[in-house]
């Protein structure tokens, strides 16, 4: 089987390039034969990428420890789901996965355009054609998961602990997920630019892909948190490690477009600033790859380095080179159809959140890599971790948050001052009243304090929205409020699944607030022994240790040690086990150092975080880390409603948005209604 | 069956009974006394010391999420040592920051006393001097200059477009008031609402 998906991964070299060429001069040309030969091309790419994907996995599951990679990432005893989830655990799994999911994404997009985008297909499969070719060639020539070993082991390594997680299983997918859809958007945007059709075309082609995309980073970053969470042992899920931050910037930069995208749609402006931000999203997703696989800066997520990183840089500048001089030679083509009326409007809300998002980039990225400039200017390391990353971004990211409920607020164009009373008045003392209780209640950390009134302010806002236009649908059709408000919704989904990922975001605002409040004690414990913890709401827990029990399963031998846990005196659930693993191979040697297993209560308002360290001079005598963390469970739940939202953004159905971007015509209103119209916003919200 | 018989189990059940109820009202306890060995304790991770009351002093604690674990896991002292148990360098710096209180130094002294041993590296953040300052302030300034420039337009156009009188409305189409739609503008708009509400 590795011989065929040898023999894959070079057929889909050539086809590679193979589409990249024909694709371009199908384009330029306007030949149907080769711009056939491009689409079929893409179609092919997927087939063949995956009868390479489809010969790993065989290798994987039947064990096939003659094949280095098997022999790398597996052991006889390591459980199926594992087995799978190492064909992207490793750097050369992990790249050809890279190409299979952006191959099928390719043909998707040829497969699902529109025809009257068929001008721009030619080009999106050169572009798509040529990233999954630098991928291919990664693979092949510098870490290739089919290499056979000159002997067969009768066991192979196993997969590192940390990755045997469920967590694991889908966070990387999901990552890879979102960063890898950033390509398709971005081939779009690269062949508006080298058709010189730079209308409102690509943008309308996109709309979806880059929600799409956004939405799958946006879990994906969620599960990596939530992975790091139950699988590090640290008892937090945000550490500003590099790779994170590397999966953090596409994000940022694809937010600030899918604002900024608005403005364009509804006003013709900003149009060199969207293509800048999707292609420093697409080459940020790179970058991201980049410092994943090079290991040019250290991270604790980076299990695989090796000499890739070069490939990448080098297909880094040739991109950065290709998009700044396309963007220059296309920049008259690119120019606004319309100004900014007044600071007063939502164009300039939207200026400065994405202001603010690019701004929180540029300083998560400059603290990235200051590492390395101040080797290169210095020559002294610094590090650069979480109290850096905190005290600069936490306001950048509170200004954001209070943008968030603002955006909404003001009207298009230009907002008089009765139109900003009227929007604000109820939001701002909202916020007041949730201020004064947090002082009331002795609340006295100012970044959390700012959070949850911030966050009282949007909330506020985005309520304000729904009742205001439920409001206006019942009054003027006379439906029910229910009615009113599913209408309201299902015909306006991209505006209102907007505000509802808003709410999302608000909760994660929350829940990140709750960490100030985390309170952490460690213990030594002989069995019956207790400690006192108190929760920052008040309550008293003990803990109590059970005793330590030791046992075999599956592929690990199990040091379990539990602690009872009463609260405030009373029992609170069942004893929580932490565990220390010791995974072994099928003959029961030990493979990686012990690895250790938290334990965690999940509520809504705190969770109890149990480590169990290790045991003291070879007893029972156990040595416990206990974290009380509040607010943690909202973190997940602000991905479900961000999803929710993203959901109904993107369900299909006959919005107005929708209808009125088929018809250039009808958007040219939005252009030329006069500055004082937006300000009786119900009579808009109505007609939606 | 004889009732002497039956005299005999009933007196089995009390004595029974009698030494059940005690023990099922009894709420477990256990000797905290000692601890028992681990059947495999090489399999349960490094052996650990007893905790200390320096393991949980909050100053320790604050000077510890200062420093950087040496291992090269970018964590902080503090995270390192209570999460990464098989880590052995967390622990020895720990213990160097114990040594260092005990000698009455102050968070302050510590920290050089570090970053002297390590270089700056060892802080989890760069100090604030010289060119680190770049690292704190350039995202603030960039931040700063670029949002000005655009308040500095956006007012400057907000003042050019701000709603003239009347009379000169003609000569800026960007400031036509609502009344002004011309009568096939306004018939094509009343249409396209009528539809969109259909």
């Known amino acids: 089987m590795t011989i065929l998906g040898q023999l894959a991964l070079w057929l889909a070299l050539l086809l590679g390039a193979w589409g990249t060429v024909v694709g371009i001069l199908g384009g330029r040309r306007g030949d149907p034969a080769l711009i056939a030969s491009a689409r079929r091309t893409t179609y092919v790419l997927a087939g063949v990428i995956s009868v390479a994907a489809i010969s790993l996995v065989t290798a994987l599951l039947k064990s096939d420890f003659n094949v280095a990679y098997v022999a790398s990432y597996t052991s006889r005893n390591l459980p199926i789901a594992y087995k799978l989830s190492a064909f992207y655990g490793g750097q050369a799994g992990s790249l050809l996965f890279w190409a299979l999911v952006l191959s099928l994404f390719a043909a998707a997009a040829q497969w699902l355009t529109p025809r009257r985008y068929s001008y721009l297909m030619p080009y999106v499969a050169a572009v798509t054609s040529f990233v999954i070719l630098f991928f291919v060639m990664v693979t092949v020539f510098a870490a290739n998961p089919f290499e056979r070993l000159p002997f067969t082991p009768v066991d192979g390594r196993g997969l590192n602990p940390q990755l045997q997680n469920p967590g694991m299983v889908i966070h990387p997918p999901m990552l890879y997920l979102g960063y890898i859809s950033i390509t398709i958007p971005f081939a779009f945007a690269v062949a508006a630019l080298l058709s010189k059709r730079l209308d409102m075309g690509w943008l309308h082609a996109i709309r979806k892909w880059t929600l799409i995309s956004w939405l799958f980073l946006s879990v994906g970053i969620t599960l990596g948190m939530w992975w790091a969470y139950v699988e590090l042992g640290w008892g937090g899920y945000w550490a500003w490690d590099p790779v994170e931050n590397a999966s953090f910037l596409p994000w940022l930069t694809m937010t600030a477009f899918l604002h900024s995208v608005m403005i364009q749609e509804k006003r013709g402006m900003l149009k060199r600033w969207n293509m800048t931000l999707i292609s420093l999203s697409f080459l940020l997703s790179i970058f991201g790859t980049f410092i994943t696989r090079s290991g040019v800066i250290s991270s604790v997520h980076s299990f695989t380095q090796s000499s890739v990183g070069y490939f990448f840089l080098a297909f880094l500048g040739l991109s950065i080179v290709g998009v700044v001089v396309l963007i220059w030679t296309r920049a008259s083509l690119l120019k606004t159809e319309a100004h900014l009326d007044s600071a007063l409007s939502r164009e300039a809300s939207f200026f400065f959140n994405n202001l603010l998002l690019v701004g929180m980039a540029f300083s998560v990225l400059w603290g990235t890599l200051f590492p390395i400039i101040s080797e290169v200017v210095r020559g002294t390391q610094v590090t650069v971790g979480p109290p850096f990353f905190n005290q600069v971004n936490i306001p950048i990211g509170l200004g954001l948050l209070a943008l968030t409920g603002i955006g909404p607020l003001i009207a298009w164009r230009r907002a008089s001052p009765r139109n900003l009373r009227r929007q604000f008045a109820a939001p701002l003392v909202l916020a007041a009243l949730v201020a004064l209780a947090l002082i009331a209640l002795g609340l006295r950390d100012f970044y959390a304090g700012m959070a949850f009134t911030i966050g009282a302010f949007v909330v506020g806002a985005i309520v304000q929205e729904f009742i205001r236009g439920t409001g206006a649908r019942h009054r003027l059709h006379g439906e029910n409020p229910a009615l009113a408000f599913v209408r309201l919704v299902g015909r306006n989904r991209r505006r209102y699944g907007g505000y509802i990922v808003h709410i999302g975001i608000v909760i994660y605002f929350v829940a990140f607030a709750g960490q100030a409040f985390k309170t952490e004690i460690e213990a030594s414990l002989k069995p019956g022994e207790s400690v006192d913890l108190r929760s920052p709401y008040g309550h008293t827990y003990t803990f109590t240790h059970l005793g330590v029990s030791q046992y075999e399963a599956l592929n690990r031998f199990v040091s379990a040690a539990s602690l009872e846990i009463t609260r405030d005196g009373k029992p609170f659930g069942r004893p929580l086990t932490s565990e220390k693993r010791q995974h072994v191979d099928s003959f029961g040697r030990p493979t990686f150092e012990p690895s250790t297993e938290a334990a965690i209560r999940y509520t809504l308002r705190e969770d109890i975080y149990v480590v169990y360290a290790g045991s003291v001079e070879g007893t029972e005598e156990a040595v416990y880390r206990i974290t009380i963390n509040p607010l943690v469970t909202w973190v997940w739940i602000g991905c479900m409603v961000l999803v929710f939202g993203g959901a109904v953004t993107l369900w299909p159905g006959g919005t107005v948005g929708a209808r009125g971007l088929r018809r250039p015509t009808e958007s040219g209103y939005q252009a030329r209604l006069p500055a004082e119209m937006p300000i009786e916003r119900e009579g808009a919200e109505v007609l939606s | ?198």
């Open chain 2, 1 to 198: 069956m004889s009732s002497a018989a039956v005299m005999d189990r009933r007196a089995l059940l009390r004595g029974g009974m009698a030494a059940i109820v005690p023990v099922l009202a009894q709420r477990p306890t256990q000797d905290t006394g000692s601890a028992a060995p681990l059947r495999q304790p090489e399999l349960a991770g490094r052996p650990r010391d007893r905790i200390t009351d320096y393991e949980n002093d909050p100053f320790i604690i604050g000077v510890e999420r200062r420093l950087r674990c040496t291992c090269g896991c970018n964590l902080d002292v503090h995270t390192c040592r209570t999460t990464d148990f098989t880590c052995t360098y967390a622990p020895q710096l720990h213990r160097e920051v114990v040594a260092l209180v005990e000698q009455n130094k102050s968070a302050e002294e510590i920290l050089a006393a570090f970053v002297a041993e390590y270089g700056e590296t060892i802080l989890m953040a760069p100090p604030k001097e010289g060119f680190n300052w770049a690292a704190y302030l350039l995202p603030g300034i960039v931040i700063g200059i670029v949002g000005s420039v655009i308040a500095w337009v956006l007012i400057r156009r907000s003042r050019m477009a701000a709603p003239a009188p009347a009379a000169s409305n003609k000569e800026s189409p960007g400031a036509l008031s609502f009344t002004e739609l011309s009568e096939d503008d306004a018939t094509r708009l009343q249409a396209e609402l009528q539809r969109l509400e259909q």
